[in-house]
Structures are given as C-alpha cells and as structure tokens.
C-alpha cells in the first residue's frame, strides 16, 4: 500500500505540473487557483490533450482506483477490519487525478461504480435474491444528491458554475439533452457520409496513424445549441448512432447494448471469477448511466486507452490477489 499510494501521489504531482503549465499557455495569471479553468480552454482545442505520460499515469490511477474500491466494499460487506479505510486512498487520489481534466462526469462513473460494487456483492451474499425495489430507489436518489451537489461545487473550480444557482443548473444538466436532440433532428439536412464518423473515434484515430485511412481528424465535442440563456452540446446517445448509423442502425445498437450487458450480468452471477468480472462490469457501467447524455460505448471505450487499462486492470487485481494469499492468508472473495 505504501509503495502504491507513493507511486499515486507521484503521478499526481506531475498530472498537477503538467496541467498548470497548459493553463499558463491558455493565459493563465493567477497560480494554481485558476489552473482548471484555464487549462479547459486548452483541452477543448481540437487534438489538444495533457500528453501521453499523463494519460497512462491517468489510467494506471483508475485501475488501482477500481480494484481497491472494490476490495473495499467487498471487505465492509464481509465485516473486516478498520485497517481496510487505507483501501480508500488510492481511490481519493485517482480522482484527484480525474479532476484534473476539468470535466465532471467522473463523478458519474464513481458514484455509479459504487453502487453497482455494493448492490451485486450484496446479493450474492444473499444468494441473488431480488432487492426491494425502495432500497434502491433511495440510495439511487441520494447519489443523485450528492452527485448534483458536488457538480456544482465543482464548477466553480473549473469556472463553468459561476454566477449560477443549484435549482438551474440541476434543470439544464438534467433537461437540456432532450431538447438539444429535438432540434438537431428537425435541423439536421444530411447524416454523416463517414462510416462511425461521431461514434468510431478511437478506431479512425489507430488507422490514420498507420496510415490506412486519409480521413480528417475530427472532434468529439459536438456543436453547441442555445436555449435562452442556456447553452449545451449533449444530445443522447441517439445523436450519435443516428447520424453515423441511421435510425435502423440506431436501434440495432440499443438493442446490442441490451443483450451486452444482459450476458455480463448473467456471467457474474455464475461465481467463477466474481471479483474480476465485478470490476469491469463496474467500470463498464459507466457507459450505461450516460446514455441520457451522451454515447460513450463506441466514441470512448472502443479505443486503445481502454485496451491500456483492462490490461492494468488485469496485472494489478491479480498480482494483488497473489500477494495477498502469500502474505496474510487468502483474501475474502465473496
């Protein structure tokens, strides 16, 4: 642990130095105060990212991140010992690390994979029994919470809250994809000519760089749209399987994501390799949870920093396990 959390706060510095001379490019004038919201404005320069070194030092952070979390989970749920807190630390550094990016959604995707840790190992516990539906109803809504809260809070950081209340911003982040899709779609002229130009990034990004493609680099970040006084660029999944795919493709695609996750949550429940399975179920969980949102599947997951990190994933769960059963005994895997 103590080598690990050494190695966290290492590759935390250099996240920390590297984003803060980006934000210096962006103009920043006021020190590590302003450095998110300065940097931002560099990351949304198409291309334009914290550089490779960062990135995997990113991705290792998450793969510890995940396996600890879960770790520590699965331990409270078995009744261990107070020492398994010290679990939590690589999970707090991470998402220093991920804050660094200046964007929110993160929360998301930890919030989301703590639930699913904790809803999954319960019922094996309890030998896959149905959870009452108000159990998770509540814990659901009071995620809910405190995602929006800390959203906010975060926004200030970054600059994108300022001069803003909670009640409007909840309203725009939670409303505004919907209306967003509506206008595009009574807008839109022509779909994409591109095979997977909004959904393939990562595919199109290896094949230009052996160069067996000649297509232009294009962004992820969509266009924005104004309503009012209110201005966003998410527009569902749907934007993007419609304009690559076509409505046929569009339902293809829902119906995909259905029966993939379906398999996987039906391959847990078979006992061998739970915890390992857990993990990536939890990490690919995310995708699911931003489907009002955004498409990440395919744009996000379908990429070689995903391959990085289930690769990290892997060595690190399984040299730990090792370790463990030679060290204190064999960890309680429910």
């Not at 998450?62 to 630390?89: E, M, P, Q, T």
């Amino acid at each position: 642990m103590i080598v690990i959390v050494l190695g966290m706060v290492a590759g935390l510095a250099v996240m920390i130095k590297q984003t803060y001379e980006i934000s210096l490019l962006a103009g920043n004038t006021n020190g590590l105060a302003s450095m998110l919201e300065y940097a931002r404005k560099m990351y949304i320069i198409p291309g334009y990212t914290i550089g490779k070194a960062s990135i995997h030092i990113s991705l290792l952070g998450k793969a510890f991140s995940a396996v600890f979390l879960y770790f520590f989970i699965n331990n409270l749920h078995a009744g261990k010992n107070r020492r398994d807190v010290l679990y939590l630390f690589p999970v707090v550094l991470y998402l220093c690390m991920a804050a660094l990016g200046t964007g929110r959604t993160f929360m998301i995707e930890f919030l989301g994979m703590v639930i699913i840790f904790h809803f999954l190992i319960e019922r094996k516990k309890n030998g896959w029994k149905t959870i009452h539906v108000w159990k998770i109803v509540l814990i659901a809504a009071a995620a809910l919470g405190v995602f929006f809260i800390l959203f906010f809070l975060f926004g200030f950081i970054t600059g994108k809250s300022q001069g803003g209340k909670l009640f409007d911003m909840v309203s725009v982040y939670t409303g505004m994809s919907i209306p967003s899709l509506d206008y595009w779609l009574n807008k839109a002229k022509d779909l994409s000519t591109v095979f997977g130009e909004e959904t393939l990034y990562g595919v199109t990004s290896v094949l230009r760089k052996l160069n067996l493609v000649h297509l232009k680099e294009t962004v992820r970040h969509l266009e924005f749209v104004d309503f009012g006084d209110a201005s966003g660029n998410v527009y569902t999944c749907l934007r993007r399987y419609i304009n690559d795919y076509g409505y046929v493709g569009m339902l293809f695609m829902q119906g995909a994501v259905g029966a993939f996750y379906s398999l996987f949550y039906n391959n847990i429940k078979k006992e061998n390799g739970f915890g390992i399975l857990l993990i990536f179920y939890g990490v690919l969980m995310y995708p699911l949870f931003m489907q009002s949102i955004d498409e990440l599947i395919l744009s996000s997951y379908l990429s070689t920093s995903y391959m990085y990190l289930a690769v990290y994933i892997l060595v690190i769960y399984f040299v730990l396990m090792r370790v463990s059963k030679k060290k204190v005994g064999k960890l309680n895997e429910l």
